[in-house]
């Protein structure tokens, strides 16, 4: 559902549901972030967007929305301002209509109660400012607790990390008897939330003198929108190998021996590594590291390149699967 910015400067208004996925940050590190294991397990889509901010998981239970209008960076207000003051207030006002006790904080976060409901990222281009965010409405929370929830000790960079906070749903705060297009759309669900907060959001901007405008995406759009998704958003290369330059650290007791990693990690490959510890192995372990080198640091790029006799000569009898597992959190 969107509306659409006008000529005269107005603004486009976006919301939207998807399948699990967890979305992390421009600037952020993907294994620092995610736990891979859990994502691997469940099938879980991963995405690296434009914008800066943390990562965050989204299911069907959420909802996303975006606020894009015209933004140039001499008009005198910051895009933070703007974010702030435009539209995580805009959001707050619209989900009090509903009976959620919303309230800005922080980095333009929403909180309801003091728990987290929404957070919001941005990004500036040609002229327009996209600032978007989830608002969780029935969100599954173990999942996205366990999903976002990886060994942030072994990995060293200056990369941005998700500041973590206490999160709730939206859902709890839902006042029944709110009369705001409820004859159409349930409350129960999350689609009908969605359908309910999206006109209930146009109702408030244009009660405030600043409407948005409706809009449907023509053929022309929907190519130009497919197009950027195959490139970017569902190109492994784009959410693998794009991360900052980091460090991991490692180290597990088999019982062959301990077992201590060390590698850097940049454009998504391993450009060094050391493999330390008290194993006996019977060929020299810089056989292995020489593997590993320029490899891309993903579990089954690994899993795949390492020969399985090689690994176990090198590391006194810890196999290739064992490796694997001291470096993805797998037990």
């Known amino acids: 559902m969107a509306s659409q910015p006008s000529a005269d400067g107005g603004r486009c208004f976006i919301v939207w549901r998807a399948p699990p996925c967890v979305v992390i940050g421009r600037n952020q590190i993907l294994e620092a972030e995610v736990n891979l294991t859990g994502v691997n397990r469940r099938n879980v889509a991963i995405v690296r967007r434009a914008s800066g901010g943390g990562a965050v998981y989204i299911d069907p239970g959420a909802i996303q929305y975006a606020v894009i209008q015209p933004f140039s960076s001499g008009q005198g ?3 933070m301002k703007i974010a702030r003051e435009q539209v995580a207030g805009f959001i707050a006002r619209v989900l009090a209509k509903f009976g959620v006790p919303a309230t800005v904080e922080g980095r333009n976060d929403i909180t309801a109660n003091g728990a987290k409901i929404s957070g919001m990222s941005q990004y500036a281009f040609n002229g327009w400012l996209n600032t978007h965010g989830t608002l969780l409405y029935d969100t599954d929370l173990d999942i996205l607790s366990a999903l976002l929830n990886p060994d942030a000790d072994k990995f060293t960079s200056k990369a941005v990390r ?4 206490r999160v709730t749903n939206i859902k709890p705060f839902i006042n029944r008897d709110t009369k705001l297009y409820s004859r159409t759309y349930s409350l129960d669900t999350a689609d009908g939330f969605m359908h309910t907060f999206y006109y209930c959001a146009l109702e408030t901007a244009e009660t405030s003198g600043r409407p948005f405008f409706t809009y449907q995406p023509d053929d022309d759009d929907l190519d130009a929108i497919y197009i950027i998704r195959r490139e970017r958003y ?15 650290r490692a180290s597990r007791r088999f019982p062959e021996g301990n077992v201590e990693f060390f590698a850097d990690i940049r454009r998504g490959h391993i450009s060094s590594c050391a ?15 020489n593997a590993l080198c320029g490899l891309p640091f993903r579990r089954d790029d690994l899993l795949s390149a390492l020969g399985g006799a090689q690994t176990t000569a090198c590391l006194g009898g810890v196999t ?3 490796l694997i597992s001291l470096l993805f959190d797998e037990s």
């Open 77 to 79: 207000d910051d895009a």
């Open 162 to 165: 998700s500041v973590r906070s």
């Open 234 to 248: 569902a190109n492994p290369a784009n959410t693998f190998f794009l991360s900052p330059p980091y460090t991991v």
């Open 275 to 289: 493999i330390r510890g008290d194993f006996i192995g019977a060929r020299p372990v810089i056989e292995l590291e």
């Open 320 to 322: 290739a699967s064992e």
